[in-house]
């Protein structure tokens, strides 16, 4: 891990939930000393349950009344929700229509295979085109990835300097910057596996600060890693910036395509990249990237929308995405599969509290502006969930007599459990009180919960990010969802869902709640900051991509006018 790479980190650092820009508490070497800490602490936790799960007898052990092997007792500890669930239901496609491949070891990545029985059959399903090319893809990230010959050499290339050197081996390579928050890893993470897919390169993701993308994820590509080997040749690529001589904007500007003397194209699209940076959203078979072996990309967000200008690509995306509005709710379902410390966090509170509800309401709340607790956000959520009718109303006092008696439950009084999550659980102690200390008109029971509060943003604090990931999970798994706008952390937990959020509309904390507060989003999909301003045709600025006129399935999004994403 490259703890040189501080800087650049530093300087552009903003909380998992957003996209603020905000001064890191800690550098690159303090933040690196802390994961280390949590990661000594969990390996210790770690092996406390282990021993506990062998020294539990497991419950096949004494219905057999026979003796087992280690082996099975591991598998009816880690495995029992699924299959529990599975005796108590048909069983389930649990890959997909063929989005997964078979073969994994069910043990290391429970959620892969349990997944299914928590979430909402599928709306959209993966065309046979795209599974094809996915199958392309993981023989390709098997045969150039990391241990492999081609990747041998080719990290001796770019060590060495040699370059422009044509695809040597068909082997090429895109390796992200992993940086910012958790929501934002995930949106620039399942956007640039479709570029590298787009584009034939292997997709190496960086194991950020603390190493935090294994404690995260599962690897997705049988048979090999997708993590960037810690010996990657480009010792500060963390600290790549726009005005590095390897940015695409400064070789198509300046260089006239030239990569004389470059080891790698560095690609900036950075929430605030330059319009330079931006023309990489253009680049086709007469430009110059393809030539590069090596392409190191900077995302903090959601690419795929830009991936949609480039009329080298339309007809490709065209057959993956018959359905436009797919793109990250299909992607992240390949991708993004929960590692099995964070799979039972999900389980666990899952069947705590949501399971047995007759419904349930996701409200994912996150303030850009402050850290502490504002009357008028909580006025925004409350309007919100009343305007859309997604929490009951509660009786209220009308001038003057008193409280109307309670009243018996009614036989079958419908349930409906509320999921908040925040950095603050000012929010969702006042909800749950104000259903404690009133009825709701309808007699319906309605049960307020938080996984946790963390009260303020950490960066790359591993036991902070797998908390993160899980209640991103969690909301997921709701029938419906409220999101604050401009929150990456939202548009992934609606995104994986499946789910058209009511998106609220970012607030200035001035003590009025914006009016409307909400509004039902157009699409699952995530919104996409720092987008092309032109259309790849003419390569000038146009203002009708800002108003989405200019593609039929790119948009304005509800939430920020100057993003777009995908819709049908
Ligand atoms: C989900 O799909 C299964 C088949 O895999 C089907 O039996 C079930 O009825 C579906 N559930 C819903 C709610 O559509
Ligand atoms: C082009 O070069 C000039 C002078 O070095 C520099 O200021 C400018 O930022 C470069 N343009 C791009 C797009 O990188
Ligand atoms: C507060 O900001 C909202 C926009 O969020 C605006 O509509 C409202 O007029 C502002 N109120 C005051 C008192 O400035």
Redesign the pocket.
């Known amino acids: 891990m490259d703890t040189a790479g501080g800087g650049a980190e530093a300087r552009g650092q903003t909380s998992w939930l957003g996209l603020e820009e905000e001064a890191s508490p800690f550098s690159g070497k303090k933040a690196t000393k802390a994961a280390t800490d949590i990661k000594r602490w969990s390996s210790v936790v770690n092996a406390a349950v282990v021993t506990l799960i062998l020294t539990v007898p497991p419950l096949i052990l004494l219905l057999s009344g026979g003796l087992s092997t280690p082996t099975v007792w591991i598998r009816s500890t880690v495995a029992s929700v699924g299959s529990q669930m599975r005796a108590s239901e048909s069983k389930k496609d649990v890959l997909l229509g063929g989005l997964l491949v078979p073969g994994f070891d069910e043990q290391t990545c429970a959620s892969r295979y349990q997944a299914v029985y928590y979430r909402k059959n599928m709306t959209r399903q993966p065309s046979p085109y795209l599974i094809k090319r996915l199958r392309q893809q993981e023989a390709l990230q098997r045969r150039c990835g990391p241990g492999t010959e081609p990747y041998t050499s080719a990290s001796e290339r770019l060590r060495s300097g040699q370059t422009d050197v044509d695809n040597v081996d068909g082997c090429n390579y895109l390796v992200l910057i992993s940086y910012r928050g958790l929501g934002n890893r995930m949106l620039a993470m399942t956007s640039a596996f479709l570029y590298a897919m787009l584009t034939g390169r292997v997709l190496l993701v960086d194991r950020g600060y603390g190493n935090t993308l294994a404690d995260l994820f599962c690897e997705p590509f049988p048979g090999t890693t997708w993590a960037l080997p810690p010996d990657f040749p480009v010792k500060n690529f963390k600290q790549l910036d ?2 590095a001589p390897e ?1 695409y ?2 070789v ?3 260089r006239s395509g030239s990569l004389m003397g470059l080891r790698f194209v560095y690609v900036h699209l950075d929430h605030s990249a ?1 319009p ?2 931006l023309l990489f959203y253009c680049d086709d078979h007469r430009e110059f990237l393809h030539r590069a072996q090596w392409v190191i990309m900077r995302a903090d967000q959601y690419i795929a929308p830009g991936l949609f200008f480039n009329p080298a690509y339309q007809e490709e995306l065209d057959r993956m995405f018959p359905r436009k509005d797919s793109v990250f709710y299909i992607l992240s379902r390949y991708l993004l599969h929960p590692t099995n410390d964070i799979w039972g966090m999900v389980t666990r509170f899952y069947h705590s509290y949501l399971s047995k509800a007759d419904e349930t309401l996701g409200i994912q709340i996150r303030v850009f502006d402050s850290d502490k607790p504002a009357q008028q956000i909580l006025d925004q959520i409350l309007a919100c969930t009343s305007q859309e009718r997604l929490l009951p109303g509660v009786v209220t006092t009308g001038g003057g007599g008193g409280d109307p008696p309670p009243r018996l439950p009614t036989a079958g009084a419908r349930s409906m459990a509320v999921l908040m999550t925040g950095l603050s659980s000012w929010y969702h102690d006042n909800v749950r009180e104000m259903y404690w200390r009133s009825a709701s008109i309808d007699g319906e029971v309605v049960s307020v919960h938080q996984p946790s509060h963390e009260e303020h943003q950490l960066w790359f604090a591993t036991k902070h990010d797998m908390k993160a990931l899980a209640e991103i999970y969690l909301l997921s798994l709701t029938d419906k969802i409220v999101t604050s706008g401009w929150s990456t952390f939202g548009y992934a937990g609606h995104g994986l869902g499946g789910l058209t959020p009511y998106v609220m509309f970012r607030p200035v904390l001035n003590g009025t709640a914006p009016n409307p507060p909400c509004t039902r989003a157009m699409s699952m999909e995530p919104c996409s900051f720092g987008v092309p301003h032109f259309e790849c045709t003419r390569k000038e600025f146009n203002r009708d991509v800002l108003q989405g006129k200019l593609l039929p399935h790119v948009r304005t999004c509800e939430d920020a006018f100057w993003g777009l994403k995908l819709a049908d």
């Open positions: 726009e005005d940015s904007g400064n198509a500007v300046n330059s330079a940076n």
